[in-house]
Structure formats: structure tokens, C-alpha cells
């Protein structure tokens, strides 16, 4: 084919008072790739169906009010509902405190794991499939295990405390331990796969940075310090935001756990708040004003996420 | 270097390879989609009836119908009788198909109840609770049924309590029809009453004795506790209203505010913390809701707790218990109890064939006194619960025979239920808002079970500003 053949970008430019082409560079385009384009229609129906209508739905529902069968605009009226429901401050405070204290747990501790099998030179798959087997078994059957674990009377961790001569312990029954004790088995149940990219991320750390650092005098926590975390940073971040997006969305252990409120509510998260609004009280309108709520919040945190994820790329 | 241009067997085979793809996609989509039989006018062929409510039913119009709350299967013996009772009815309605659905559970769970509202996947005829009138009638889901609803197609309509009957009208129209009502009083295990050297014939009648009679059942040991109580998923406020209902209080006073933060409400709590930490009568695993009290009296590990006594059916067919180690009491305190129920309603949009065809059918099987579930010498031979106290609408002539009928095939000692039968307390329903009042509820109730120092002034003065809160926002 001849250079003379291929369009050009001044062949193609329309000519003022010129007729326009039959067809646009955009249905060339489509017709170009109609392949692609009809297998992606799948995928586009779904989200469409699936996650953008909800979404445009939920935001209209929540400025939309339904009774005896009739739906009206509602205004503000929906969320001034959820603003002074007594449960909404107590259940953003839970909700960071869970998010805190996974924080707390659920990222150094995956961490610490990681670093720990690193070092390990012999049954590292052996460990790595120890540490990922809690994330395997059902999430429901591994709440139920430790609503089992936790039982004040016949729980198995009352009857260690009590061979070690410690006091027996409330747990899930005590505003004072329930959230920690939800924490507990929710780092429990999702640890593994976190571990197992901070180990990913751990393995691709040069070893001539440690032989260097090990040169210079470096210990064990120096080299942690100084090699493993900047070289993990672009990592750690990732997770910690990504760790804050999911905590912050928790439902299904303080739901198992303990029915989900909790004594005295102690344990009422956000989106637990949002299916008792929906589910319990037939209030679609209040569950979606305070479901924008979070969605606000989240959106913050997601496109934080987003900008590093593109720092990584780039 | 791009070819720009397309051979035509190219382009017929990717826009075949698009259109195939197309066409996959929307294939699979129509597979994960929900499929809907629901239909509003839906089975029925419309202009084969007559639209006149009065008009019976024409036998030639063929009408299909779902219906929910169809026994399991692990519920062998009261699904033969539905089957039983469906070969029935069509023996006088050969037009009319019914298509059960059976859930798992109890035959309503809100969460899933209200979701079906929303989605307007409710079955034609709907089992739902007394209380749920006001939500289904916001989700415009249930059909006037009052043109249809006649001495002619409900016979013994004139000798059901215009009170149960009541539950389900609205502004002069009916909506649904009652098949079950109850009353809360409190269930014991009479062994271990008898264990304990309680008279198991005199269930307590005042919560001090309750509280005394707890205390000599915690104290046989091995795990055993006198009473139970909820604290979560809202039952726990309900129990609250049926304890204040019992004292004489009330939770929503009628100025449509709270009404507990007061010396009952505080009785209410100061006992059940009292029997919890002082007398440590109750068990350490609190947090309990609908379902967790019968297992603990059926493992022998519960002397009482509030109960309908319908509870008893549901402990001996899933639990395994056994009639004879049970009974019941008027609710302690006996100033008025809670009651409740649950019916059918019709689905909105039903054609008017569906709704008779739906009418006959409830008729049948839940409001004819000797048929369906009023045939007692069936369950009887079924081997199913006879002798409880429930469901008790029919009135007059008909209650006398239809409690003689149950006397005379009684599968269980009725005698044990003889001491809530005597004494008749006066019912009172729900308040309003009642699961988002229980829900604010829940939470003194879980105080007080769960923390010794609990403050119960704080804790009820708490309750009322939130429950308050909740009623200004209907």
C-alpha cells in the first residue's frame, strides 16, 4: 500500500461549507472494533444494571419519601431523619473505632507476618498456606467459631483464662470489649490475604540492600526500618488505604457476632444502621440518605487510592 | 501500517462475531435477572369471571395462585396436610391451581419481607404479621379486599373477634384476613420446676414470685437458670413492652410519646438486672433474640421466660422437645398482655377472580372452624401439637366447640396450659413504630443484662429522648 492511500489528517478535516462525510470518525471507530465493542456489551449491561441504576436510584431515593403507596419529593428531609436519629452519631463512632482498631491490627500485624515468613528459609508454602487458610473457610462459619470462642460461660478462651489463672472476660457482652472482640475475629479471618501481598511486595525487595545495610551494622529491626518499609511504601499506603475503604464497610461479623447492635448498641456500625433503616424499619429513603453519607466519605478515601495507584503506575 | 479498509467477508464475520456476542451477553443477563411469575392480574384469564365481588367464583375461570408460608419439608407432617388440604380445596375449585412456597424459619423475616415489598415480588397471597399493615400499604402491596370479604365467602366471619378482625383495616377497608392471634404469657419447663420443689400447676403470677422462683432454679447448678430474656434484633423491646404492658404501663402513651421513663419502666429493668448480677439467676450469655430462649428450655437449662404458645409447636417439631415437660402461665404482673398475630393479604393488583379464588382458599384452610387447620382430629393423628391455646379469634358458639374439639384430641396434657387459660388478661396490641421503638429498646435492655453498673435512670431517660425522636419523625 501506497503512502498515497493512507487518509490523512488533512484529507479527512471537513471543508468549511463542505458536505459532511457519511459517516463520523466515531462510527468508523465503532464499526472498526465492533468485536470488542459486542463483547464488551456484557460487561456494560451488568454494571448498568447492576451498579449504576442502584446507584442513581439510591441517590434519588434518598431525597424521596414513600406513604400508603404514594412516592413524593422529601427535600432534605431524609437526612435531617438520619442526622438526628440518636444511633447515627454512635454508629460513625463505632465505625471509626472499628476502623481504628483494624488498623491497629489488621495492617501491622499482616505486616509483622509478612516480614516474619520472609525470613524463613525452609516450609515458607507451608506457613504462607496456614496463615491464607482462614480466608478460606466461609466467613459465616469462621463468626460462628468465634461466637463460640467468646461465649462468657463454655467459650474456649474463658477456659484458657481460666488455666492461667486470669479473670474471665465478658467479650462480645461488654460495651467495653465487644468492638475489640469483633476486631479480634475479623483480623483473624481476613489477615492472610493481606500478608500474602506484603510478602509478594517484601520478596521483590533486592537482598544487595540488606547485604549493604548488613555491611553497615544494620540489625534486624534497623533493616526492617530502613530497607523493608521505604522499599514496601508504595505498598503499605495501598493497603492501608484500601484497609480504611474496607473496615469502614464492615457488616457481616458485628451482624454474626452479636445480632449486630451489640450491648447498648456498642457495636451498631454505619452500614448496619443502613439495613436496619432498610430492611427493619421499611425506611428506603433514610437508608439511602445515610448510605450518600458514607459514599461521601468513601469517595475521599477511593480517590486518594486512585492517585496512588496511578503514582505506582507511573 | 493500518489497513483502513475491510473485505466484505471480513466485516459479515465480525458483525456476526458482534451480534453473537451481543446476543451471548443479553442471554446471560436474562439468566442472572430475577425471573417474575408475580403479576399482579397475572393467571387468571381475565373476562372468563365476573368482576362483581359479590359473584362467586366461576368454576370454569382458572386461576393460579402462590401462596407463602407452604410447611417445609423437614415440617413432614404439616406439609402432608397443605397437600391434603390443596387436593381438598380443588375437589370444590378444580379451577384454581395453588402454588406453595415454603421458607426455611418462621414464615416471615422482616429483612426478607420488606425487600420483597420494595421488589414487588411478594407471592399473590402473602402471610404477614398484624403490624405490617401500615408498611404494606406504603409500598402500595396489598388489595382492598373489603367488597369481597362476606358472610357468603367467609361463613364463620360473624363469630371471629371483630378485634382480630380489626388488625387489618384501614380507614374502613380490609386488607387482609387474620389466621393466627396470640397472647403472651410466661412458658416453664415443669421438670425443672418439680427439681427446683416448685408446684409446676402454678406458673408465678407476679414478677416478685418470678424473681423467687428463679433463684430456686439457678440454684440446682450445672448451667441451669431460672429465667431468660432477649436483648438483640429488637426483641428485646418487645419483651420490655409486654413486661411494661403487664404492670399496667404503657410504652407509647396516647400523646404519642414515650411513655416508660417512669417508676414501672424502671422496675422492669431494676428486676431483670437484679436477677441478672444480685441474684445471678440469669445466664451469663446475654444478647439473645427469637429462638435462643426455647433451645435453652428445651436443653433443660431454662425454667421460664415470656412466651406465646405457639412456641411450644415450634420447640417440639424443630427442637425435639417433648409436650409433657412444658406448660404456661397468664403473663406475671396481669394487668394486660401483648398480642399479636399474623394473616394473609391479598397482593395489589390481583385480578378479581384471583382474590376470591384467594378468599375461598383462606376460608378453607384457616378460618373454618373443623377444616384445615381447625381439624384437630387430623393433626391429632398426624401426631402434631393439639391442645394450644392458639390461634383463639372464634367467639361464642364456635369457640366452645372448637376448644372442646382440641380438648378431645389434645396430643399434649392441657392441663398444663390450664392456669393461662383461667385467667384471661386483657390484650393490648403493639405501639406505633413498634420494631424502631423496640430497636431504641433493645439497647436499655442489653444494658442492664450485660453491665452491673448499669445506670437505669440514665438508661430510660436515654430511651425516651431517642424513642421520642423516633415518633416525631413519622
Not at chain 1, 526492617?224 to 503499605?236: D, G, K, S
Not at chain 2, 438483640?232 to 404492670?247: D, K, Q, R, V
Not at chain 2, 372452624?369 to 379469634?393: I, M, S, Y
Amino acid at each position: 500500500m501506497s503512502a498515497s492511500t493512507l487518509p490523512t489528517r488533512e484529507a479527512t478535516r471537513p471543508h468549511p461549507g463542505a458536505e459532511l462525510p457519511r459517516q463520523s470518525g466515531f462510527a468508523r471507530a465503532l464499526r472498526r472494533n465492533l468485536t470488542a465493542h459486542g463483547f464488551l456489551i456484557g460487561a456494560v449491561l451488568c454494571f448498568a444494571f447492576f451498579s449504576w441504576y442502584p446507584m442513581v436510584r439510591e441517590f434519588l431515593l434518598a431525597f424521596q419519601k414513600t406513604k400508603d403507596g404514594r412516592t413524593t419529593w422529601a427535600g432534605w428531609s431524609n437526612l435531617s431523619y438520619v442526622f438526628h436519629d440518636p444511633a447515627f452519631w454512635q454508629a460513625w463512632r463505632n465505625t471509626l473505632l472499628f476502623t481504628g482498631l483494624a488498623l491497629v491490627l489488621g495492617f501491622v500485624l499482616p505486616f509483622l507476618v509478612a516480614v516474619l515468613l520472609n525470613e524463613f528459609r525452609h516450609g515458607q508454602g507451608y506457613l504462607r498456606l496456614l496463615v491464607y487458610l482462614p480466608v478460606m473457610l466461609p466467613p459465616v462459619a469462621s463468626v460462628l467459631l468465634f461466637k463460640y470462642f467468646y461465649d462468657p460461660g463454655y467459650g474456649l478462651f474463658n477456659r484458657v483464662f481460666e488455666l492461667l489463672g486470669l479473670p474471665a472476660q465478658q467479650w462480645l457482652q461488654s460495651t467495653d470489649t465487644a468492638m475489640l472482640s469483633v476486631v479480634i475475629a475479623a483480623t483473624w479471618m481476613n489477615m492472610g490475604s493481606a500478608t500474602l501481598v506484603y510478602l509478594a511486595a517484601l520478596q521483590g525487595i533486592p537482598g544487595e540492600l540488606y547485604e549493604a545495610a548488613e555491611l553497615d551494622g544494620a540489625g534486624l529491626l534497623r533493616k526492617i526500618w530502613h530497607v523493608t518499609v521505604p522499599q514496601t511504601r508504595l505498598v503499605l499506603s495501598l493497603m492501608f488505604l484500601m484497609q480504611i475503604i474496607a473496615t469502614m464497610q464492615v457488616f457481616t461479623e458485628p451482624f454474626l457476632l452479636t445480632n449486630g447492635a451489640g450491648p447498648e448498641g456498642s457495636t451498631t456500625t454505619v452500614v448496619y444502621l443502613i439495613y436496619q433503616y432498610a430492611f427493619n424499619f421499611n425506611n428506603y429513603g433514610g437508608a439511602a440518605a445515610l448510605g450518600l453519607c458514607l459514599l461521601v466519605l468513601l469517595a475521599g478515601f477511593s480517590a486518594a487510592y486512585v492517585r496512588l495507584s496511578r503514582d505506582s503506575d507511573g | 501500517m493500518r489497513r483502513t479498509s475491510f473485505s466484505p467477508a471480513r466485516q459479515i464475520r465480525r458483525t456476526a462475531v458482534g451480534a453473537l456476542a451481543g446476543a451471548l451477553a443479553l442471554t446471560a443477563l436474562a439468566a442472572c435477572g430475577t425471573s417474575s411469575s408475580d403479576s399482579g392480574n397475572g393467571d387468571s384469564k381475565p373476562g372468563t369471571g365476573s368482576s362483581d365481588p359479590a359473584a362467586p367464583l366461576d368454576p370454569k375461570t382458572k386461576v393460579d395462585l402462590t401462596i407463602d408460608c407452604m410447611p417445609p419439608a423437614a415440617k413432614a407432617a404439616e406439609l402432608k396436610e397443605w397437600k391434603q388440604d390443596v387436593a381438598t380445596f380443588n375437589r370444590t375449585y378444580p379451577n384454581v391451581k395453588i402454588v406453595g412456597r415454603s421458607t426455611p424459619g418462621q414464615c416471615e423475616e422482616p429483612p426478607r419481607f420488606t425487600a420483597a415489598l420494595k421488589a414487588k415480588s411478594q407471592p399473590d397471597v402473602f402471610y404477614s404479621y398484624f403490624t405490617d399493615l401500615q408498611q404494606v400499604l406504603d409500598n402500595n402491596g396489598a388489595a382492598d379486599i373489603s367488597a369481597y370479604v362476606t358472610d357468603k365467602s367467609v361463613p364463620a366471619l360473624n363469630s371471629i373477634d371483630p378485634a382480630v378482625m380489626g388488625v387489618y383495616k384501614k380507614d374502613g377497608k380490609m386488607y387482609g384476613l387474620p389466621t393466627s392471634n396470640y397472647q403472651m404469657g410466661i412458658m416453664i419447663n415443669r421438670k425443672l420446676f418439680q427439681r427446683a420443689g416448685l408446684d409446676p400447676d402454678r406458673p408465678p403470677t407476679t414478677w416478685e414470685e418470678v424473681r423467687t422462683d428463679s433463684q430456686a432454679i439457678a440454684k440446682l447448678g450445672g448451667g441451669v437458670y431460672g429465667y431468660g430474656e432477649y436483648s438483640a434484633e429488637n426483641t428485646g423491646g418487645w419483651h420490655f413492652t409486654a413486661a411494661m404492658y403487664s404492670l399496667g404501663g404503657d410504652v407509647v402513651g396516647s400523646d404519642g410519646r414515650a411513655a416508660f421513663d417512669n417508676a414501672t419502666g424502671k422496675q422492669v429493668l431494676q428486676q431483670l438486672h437484679d436477677m441478672r448480677w444480685t441474684d445471678r439467676s440469669m445466664s451469663q450469655t446475654q444478647l439473645l433474640k427469637w429462638g435462643d430462649l426455647q433451645k435453652q428450655i428445651t436443653a433443660d437449662k431454662l425454667g421460664m421466660f415470656l412466651a406465646a404458645p405457639d412456641d411450644i409447636a415450634y420447640m417440639v417439631q424443630q427442637l425435639g422437645a417433648k409436650y409433657e415437660n412444658f406448660g404456661m402461665g397468664p403473663i406475671p404482673g396481669g394487668k394486660a398482655t401483648l398480642t399479636g398475630g399474623n394473616g394473609y393479604m391479598i397482593k395489589q393488583g390481583s385480578s378479581p377472580d384471583k382474590i376470591k379464588a384467594a378468599i375461598a382458599w383462606l376460608n378453607f384452610k384457616n378460618l373454618s372452624p373443623g377444616k384445615g387447620q381447625f381439624e384437630w382430629a387430623r393433626t391429632k393423628a398426624d401426631q402434631l401439637p393439639v391442645g394450644v391455646p392458639q390461634p383463639n379469634f372464634f367467639t361464642g358458639d364456635v369457640k366452645a366447640a372448637d376448644l372442646k374439639s382440641r380438648t378431645d384430641n389434645a396430643t399434649m396434657p392441657v392441663a398444663n396450659f390450664a392456669p393461662y387459660l383461667a385467667k384471661p388478661i386483657p390484650g393490648k396490641a403493639e405501639p406505633p413504630k413498634a420494631q424502631e421503638v423496640y430497636k431504641v429498646l433493645d439497647n436499655a435492655m442489653s444494658a442492664v443484662l450485660t453491665n452491673k453498673d448499669a445506670d437505669i435512670a440514665k438508661l430510660l431517660s436515654t430511651a425516651r429522648t431517642q424513642v421520642d425522636q423516633v415518633l416525631a419523625n413519622q
